[in-house]
C-alpha cells in the first residue's frame, strides 16, 4: 500500500526556536499533500494544502508566516515552525493524496510538538 | 469549512459485539474515507467509498456510501480488543481537492 513517514516523531526545543518536520511519500509521487494539526481527543484540524511546485494554500486562521510550508518535489513537503511557542506544542499529521484515478488520501504518523 | 457530524461521540461494548457508526453532512460528497486512529500515531485509512449506494467490505468492517451522498455509515462486526481507538471519517466536494474530517468515534472494546 502507500506509505507516508514524517522525520522527526517527536521534537523538544525551546521557545523561540524553528523546527522543521518532514513528510515523504515513500513509494508514490503525490502532487497534493496536506498538513494537519491535531490536539488531544480533537479531530484533525487542516492547516494548509501543499502543492509540489508552487505556494502553499492556508486555511482561515493559520499564520503562513508562523508555518511555512515547502513542497520541492513529489514525494517531499517539508513544515517548518518558525519561533515556536508553548501554544505551538501539538500534533502535526501529514497526508499524502495518491493520485490512482479517483483519490485517496494516506497519512503519516505524525510529529508530537513540545515547545518547552 | 465543511462540518461532519460523527455518531456515536464514544462507544463502550462488549468483546464480539458489532458496532454501528455513522456520518453526516449538510453537502453533497463525491467520496467518503473511514480511519482508525491509535494514541499517538496517524490515522490509518480503512475504506474508501467513491460512488452513491456503494457497500464496500474490508474483513470485518463494511462501509456505504449514503444514497444522498450526505452520509456514510461504518460497521463492525464481532468486535475485538485490537478495534479500541477513534474512528474518523472524512469527505472530499466535488471538485475539491481537500478532505473534511468527522469529528470522531471513540470505540471501548471490553474483553
Known amino acids: 500500500g502507500a506509505v507516508v513517514s514524517q522525520h522527526p516523531s517527536w521534537v523538544i526545543c525551546k521557545s523561540g526556536t524553528s523546527v522543521k518536520i518532514e513528510c515523504r511519500s515513500l513509494?508514490?509521487?503525490?502532487?497534493?499533500m496536506f498538513w494537519y494539526r491535531q490536539f488531544p481527543k480533537q479531530s484533525l484540524m487542516l492547516m494548509a494544502t501543499?502543492?509540489?511546485?508552487?505556494?502553499?494554500?492556508?486555511e482561515q486562521g493559520v499564520e503562513k508566516d508562523k508555518f511555512l510550508i515547502n513542497h520541492a518535489s513529489l514525494t517531499l513537503s517539508t513544515l517548518t515552525v518558525t519561533s515556536a511557542h508553548p501554544e505551538d506544542s501539538s500534533f502535526y499529521i501529514c497526508?499524502?493524496?495518491?493520485?490512482?484515478?479517483?483519490?485517496?488520501?494516506?497519512f503519516g504518523p505524525g510529529t508530537r510538538l513540545l515547545v518547552l | 469549512g465543511q462540518q461532519l457530524n460523527q455518531s456515536p461521540q464514544s462507544m463502550f461494548i462488549q468483546e464480539g459485539e458489532d458496532v454501528s457508526m455513522n456520518c453526516t453532512s449538510s453537502s453533497i460528497f463525491n467520496t467518503w474515507l473511514w480511519y482508525k486512529q491509535d494514541p499517538g500515531e496517524g490515522p490509518v485509512l480503512l475504506i474508501a467509498?467513491?460512488?452513491?449506494?456503494e457497500l464496500t467490505s474490508n474483513g470485518r468492517l463494511t462501509a456505504q456510501f449514503g444514497i444522498t451522498r450526505k452520509d456514510s455509515f461504518l460497521n463492525i462486526s464481532a468486535s475485538i480488543p485490537s478495534d479500541v481507538g477513534i474512528y474518523f471519517c472524512a469527505g472530499q466536494l466535488r471538485g475539491g481537492n481537500q478532505f473534511y474530517f468527522g469529528t470522531g468515534t471513540s470505540l471501548t472494546v471490553i474483553p
Open positions: 467509498l467513491y460512488k452513491a449506494g
Open positions: 513509494d508514490f509521487q503525490a502532487t497534493t
Open positions: 497526508s499524502a493524496v495518491y493520485p490512482a484515478g479517483v483519490e485517496t488520501q494516506y
Open positions: 501543499s502543492n509540489e511546485g508552487s505556494k502553499a494554500t492556508y
